[in-house]
C-alpha cells in the first residue's frame, strides 16, 4: 500500500472513530497527478445526498504534462461505497459533532483508494493533551 496523499491535519483536529475504505470516481488527467503527489486532502470533508457520498474541497492540481483536457482542481467528486455503509456512517454522521473526513489517498493494487474517517472535533484543551502524549513518546523512544 503506497501512500500518495494524507491529511496530517485531521488527525491533529479531530478524534478519529471510525475509519473506511472507498473508491473514488476520477478522470484520467487527475489519476496521473494523484500519482504525481499533486493531491491535497486539507479542509476535504464528505457529503451525503440521495444516497450517494460526494467529496468536497479536495484540491487536485492539474496534471503537469496535460493539455487543455486538464480537470477542474476542486470540482466535487463522487465516492464509491456500498449503500449499506453511506447509510450506516450517515446515521452515525448525522449526530451532534461528528463529520466524515478524507484521511489519504493511497494506491491498492492499480487502483486509487480514499480513506475516510468518523471524527469528532477536538477542542483546544484536547489538542493540547495529545501534543504532550506525542512529546512524551518521542522523549521515552530517544531514551
Not at 484520467?28 to 440521495?50: M, P, Q
Not at 467528486?77 to 449526530?95: C, D, P
Amino acid at each position: 500500500m503506497k501512500i500518495l496523499a494524507q491529511n496530517k491535519k485531521a488527525y491533529h483536529d479531530y478524534f478519529i472513530e471510525e475509519t473506511l475504505e472507498g473508491g473514488i470516481s476520477l478522470k484520467g488527467t487527475e489519476v496521473k497527478a494523484i500519482k504525481e503527489g499533486r493531491a491535497n486532502l486539507k479542509d476535504s470533508y464528505v457529503i451525503i445526498k440521495e444516497e450517494e457520498a460526494y467529496l468536497i474541497n479536495c484540491h487536485i492540481s492539474p496534471y503537469s504534462h496535460g493539455n487543455i483536457m486538464n480537470h477542474d482542481p476542486s470540482r466535487t467528486r463522487k465516492l464509491l461505497l456500498h449503500k449499506k455503509e453511506i447509510r450506516k456512517y450517515w446515521g452515525k454522521a448525522k449526530q451532534l459533532g461528528y463529520t466524515l473526513i478524507a484521511l489519504k489517498f493511497y494506491l491498492k493494487g492499480p487502483r486509487i483508494k480514499v480513506e475516510i474517517g468518523l471524527s469528532k472535533g477536538k477542542r483546544q484543551h484536547d489538542k493540547r493533551d495529545s501534543i504532550k502524549e506525542r512529546d512524551m513518546e518521542r522523549e521515552m523512544r530517544r531514551q
